[in-house]
């Protein structure tokens, strides 16, 4: 079993930044992909961006392109989620997710994904 611990949302003002934390343990994170998805109230949960094990591959859609950077820590266990320019249509619940894997792959199903964290909320003021 691997847990995954979100943490870094908040409140912030349209155009500010926030960056979210997914600390992973119970299995060595290095070898999963690993990815960030966001669910708005009332609405299915999407993709937001996914990374490869060693980091090399990221993937992101086409919303958050440009404003968002997935980056990750192996040595730390850590993901993280850099948000710039923020916009209200970016409010959401934030949830990583982890998918044991072969080198240089990145996933954007939901279902491809073996393990979930609890969600961290992003609240973003007009």
């Known amino acids: 079993q691997m847990q995954l611990v979100e943490s870094g949302g908040g409140l912030v003002q349209a155009g500010g930044s926030l960056k979210l934390s997914c600390a992973a343990s119970g299995r060595t994170s290095g070898s999963y992909a690993m990815g960030w998805f966001r669910q708005a109230a009332g609405k299915e949960r999407e993709f937001v961006a996914s990374?490869?094990?060693?980091?090399?591959?990221?993937y992101y859609v086409d919303a958050v392109r440009g404003r968002f950077t997935i980056s990750r820590d192996n040595a730390k266990n850590t993901v993280y989620l850099q948000m710039n320019s923020l916009k209200p249509e970016d409010t959401a619940v934030y949830y990583c997710a982890s998918k044991l894997s072969v080198p240089g792959a990145t996933f954007r199903r939901a279902d491809n994904y073996d393990y979930w964290g609890q969600g961290t909320q992003v609240t973003v003021s007009p």
């Open positions: 990374i490869s094990r060693s980091g090399g591959s990221v």
